[in-house]
């Protein structure tokens, strides 16, 4: 009997170790986890969603952020086989904080002080970052000629926070290339720096779509 209680006890203390790993990744602690700034609030969530009472500015989120109304510069190039729309969907949430417009604490109705600053700081010129908002299906495959198809098995993440998938099921939102293609905003499954999904040492991140 003794032998099976010491049995349980050695299983139940792996799963919890096995738990505290796989939540390590998480938000708490990240470069999003607001709750330790006084800004109103201890919780995590709040400072971009809201249950009830949110801003409701983004429909299915329940996004509780100021949103941006910058006009922005977007990138242009004559190679492109894509068109760059205005930015909008989950990656216009984004530019919220980091278009630099928008202070980071302006969350539900309050008017905040503190604005991203430095590199996270993309300002209103997009011209010079990686184009948002483009739709990645079969036709720019095909246009493009360097382009992976969609179809190709990407895995994000490191160690005990992985997942695997394809390119349009881990990495495109609604079939189209967002920030969120790129930066795990949740922090969950982050590879090397920048919340990046996959690490990009020696282009690795560039190379899991651009095939040359």
Request: net charge neutral; aromatic share 6%; with cysteine.
């Amino acid at each position: 009997m003794r032998a099976k209680w010491i049995t349980r006890l050695l299983i139940g203390a792996g799963l919890l170790a096995a738990a505290q790993g796989a939540a390590a990744g998480q938000i708490t602690g990240s470069a999003h986890d607001f709750s330790a700034r006084g800004w109103g609030s201890s919780e995590i969530c709040i400072f971009c969603h809201a249950p009830h009472n949110n801003a409701n500015v983004a429909g299915d989120v329940l996004w509780n952020h100021a949103l941006s109304t910058a006009t922005y510069t977007l990138y242009s190039s004559p190679s492109m086989n894509a068109t760059v729309p205005v930015p909008g969907g989950v990656s216009k949430l984004c530019l919220s904080c980091h278009d630099g417009t928008v202070a980071i604490d302006s969350w539900g109705a309050r008017t905040g002080t503190v604005f991203v600053t430095g590199g996270k700081n993309l300002g209103t010129n997009l011209s010079n970052d990686h184009p948002i908002g483009i739709l990645y299906d079969a036709a720019l495959v095909t246009a493009d000629g360097t382009l992976r198809p969609t179809t190709t098995a990407v895995t994000i993440g490191s160690g005990a926070q992985t997942k695997s998938g394809t390119i349009a099921s881990v990495l495109l939102s609604a079939s189209k290339v967002e920030c969120s293609s790129c930066h795990d905003v949740h922090n969950t499954f982050t590879s090397g720096g920048d919340l990046l999904k996959i690490a990009n040492t020696a282009s690795g991140l560039c190379l899991t779509c651009h095939g040359k």
